[in-house]
């Protein structure tokens, strides 16, 4: 699966069934050794998705936190 056909896929925390975000406009933590996608950051506001200057102003799932990644939804827990 390529990280742009997910665009747009609502995130939906299991735990409490609350939708955290969209990745219409998030960012992956990747491991620069490796290679491998660490995290998925997620902007907390729309605003945040313009104009986030450092990782404070994302919603941080680590990769091992999803779950099941569906047609329109991404189940994680958190």
């Not at 990747?30 to 995290?39: K, L, M, N, P, S």
């Amino acid at each position: 699966m390529l990280l742009f056909s997910m665009n747009g896929r609502t995130v939906v925390n299991i735990a409490t069934g609350e939708k955290i975000g969209s990745l219409s406009s998030c960012n992956l933590k990747v491991d620069e050794e490796t290679g491998t996608i660490e995290a998925i950051l997620l902007p907390k506001s729309r605003l945040s998705a313009l104009f986030a200057r450092d990782e404070s102003d994302y919603t941080e799932i680590p990769w091992q936190n999803i779950k099941k990644i569906g047609i329109d939804t991404i189940i994680v827990e958190i």
